[in-house]
């Protein structure tokens, strides 16, 4: 499943913003599989929208998404990107409520 999410994004990074269909078709693979992915990687802040209407939307690659393209070209495993980056998450939530909290 990395090895899709890799393409797509690496897709992104290199052609800029487009449709999901204009992916299936640059990287031949079919289009329900690319419509899920990159709506999960639109989710997780890796894509960011940036035309919708009706069911035709445009995405470009996020900065998120492009520090986790350059870990997967790394060949670091997805699942160690999503660790850091919930760690990392959590690590500034936690320290965002102690500023309240001093406040």
Do not use: H
């Amino acid at each position: 499943m990395s090895t899709i999410i890799k393409d797509i994004l690496l897709n992104f990074e290199e052609s800029g913003a487009m449709s999901p269909g204009d992916v299936a078709q640059k990287l031949n693979i079919p289009r329900y599989k690319v419509l899920a992915t990159i709506q999960c990687l639109s989710d997780l802040g890796f894509l960011d929208p940036l035309y919708s209407r009706g069911s035709y939307k445009i995405y470009q690659i996020s900065l998120l998404g492009k520090k986790v393209l350059a870990k997967l070209k790394s060949e670091e495993s997805l699942k160690e990107i999503l660790e850091e980056s919930i760690l990392e998450e959590s690590i500034l939530k936690n320290n965002k409520e102690g500023i309240k909290a001093e406040s």
